[in-house]
């Protein structure tokens, strides 16, 4: 599997990473079964493996602890902190108090003494960027982290943080994670750009738009669509014009004989922007397809057809990001 060097960090990853959101209770109940998943991905070439603190209530970090007894030195390990844990407003967000005990919770669960990458799961609007950034920086300092990073993260926030580590003296966001998918391309216009200009390396996640480039016949039901609704509703205008693109690049990746799978993963690793691609198995049989797709490569006349089915920058549904930013959630920031 072919490596590319991570945002400058020096760290050399696997351009597909593996995800265990899945692992646990949220899909794949089955610790052994996981465990297998995740030695399988290893043995191909696999060396970067992502999770975060609330996938399946820290069971994900449990069961990746387990999977990398014997093996922990030959992976790059990054998980993530900063979503709600429970009911506890002060087990959230980026405030230093939160980030000091998520990381030891992780490390615990994980059964090792360092993350490799340590992401903040989303913008927290209610901790000053300069008191997160000096808490992760004291933990690269003490060696429990080695890189720190962003994910979902709009492109001036991205930039506001980079702003002040070189002012303030922090250890600054080597990576940004984001949500990046042929029916969801939004990032292009600004995430992307911003990352190749500041050397940001990018580790995107659900190249299957959750299901929706799985080559499912119905790519609208299914279990995850009893998770998302507003995702797979189909009186959503935005998710009538997703089936149609899917139908269409259904018809493409049986044209340029692969699998949509195959098609969809590698079009979000062809975007020079891109270091590594997290595919998100829950079952064998995923992970072995989209093991064997790691290699395609889209010709410039396949990509080309994609952008006539899914314009460049384009969002065909809004509520696909997970993340709304607060001035336009809370009608509050907006009246006076």
């Known amino acids: ?29 089955d610790h052994d079964e ?8 290893l043995d191909a070439g696999v060396n970067f493996v992502d999770t975060a603190d609330i996938y399946s209530g820290g069971e994900s970090e449990e069961i990746l602890g387990k999977a990398l007894k014997g093996r922990r030195d030959d992976v790059v390990l990054a998980t993530k902190f900063g979503w709600p844990s429970g009911s506890e407003p002060n087990h959230r967000g980026g405030s230093p108090r939160w980030i000091v005990q998520a ?6 669960r ?3 003494d360092h993350i490799d990458v340590y992401q903040m799961h989303r913008p927290d609007p209610d901790t000053d960027i300069d008191e997160t950034l000096s808490a992760l920086s004291d933990l690269v300092r003490a060696g429990k982290v080695r890189a720190i990073g962003s994910s979902a993260t709009p492109a001036e926030l991205i930039v506001e943080a980079r702003w002040t580590a070189e002012r303030r003296g922090h250890h600054r966001f080597r990576t940004e994670q984001p949500p990046y998918s042929i029916l969801l391309r939004g990032i292009e216009s600004g995430v992307l750009p911003t990352a190749q200009r500041h050397g940001i390396g990018v580790l995107t996640y659900g190249p299957l738009s959750s299901g929706w480039l799985s080559g499912r016949a119905d790519p609208a039901s299914g279990r995850r669509a009893t998770l998302g609704a507003q995702m797979f509703d189909l009186s959503i205008p935005g998710n009538r014009t997703k089936l149609a693109a899917v139908k269409a690049l259904t018809e493409l990746a049986n ?46 006349d396949v990509l080309d057809r994609i952008d006539e089915i ?3 920058g384009t969002n065909l549904n809004q509520d696909d ?3 709304t930013p607060p001035a336009l959630g809370d009608k509050r920031l907006r009246r006076r």
């Open 1 to 29: 599997m072919k490596r590319r060097i991570l945002g400058g960090t020096g760290m050399s990853v696997s351009e597909v990473a593996l995800g265990t959101m899945m692992f646990g209770a949220m899909g794949n109940t």
């Open 34 to 41: 996981s465990v297998r998943m995740i030695h399988t991905a």
């Open 103 to 108: 990381v030891e919770n992780s490390l615990r």
């Open 110 to 112: 994980l059964g090792t």
């Open 255 to 300: 044209e340029a004989g692969m699998p949509l799978t195959h098609l969809a993963t590698a079009f979000v690793k062809a975007h020079p922007a891109v270091t590594s691609v997290i595919i998100g198995p829950r079952r064998p049989e995923h992970l072995a397809d989209l093991l064997a797709g790691a290699e395609v490569e889209l010709s410039e």
């Open 310 to 312: 899914v314009p460049p």
């Open 321 to 323: 990001i997970y993340y």
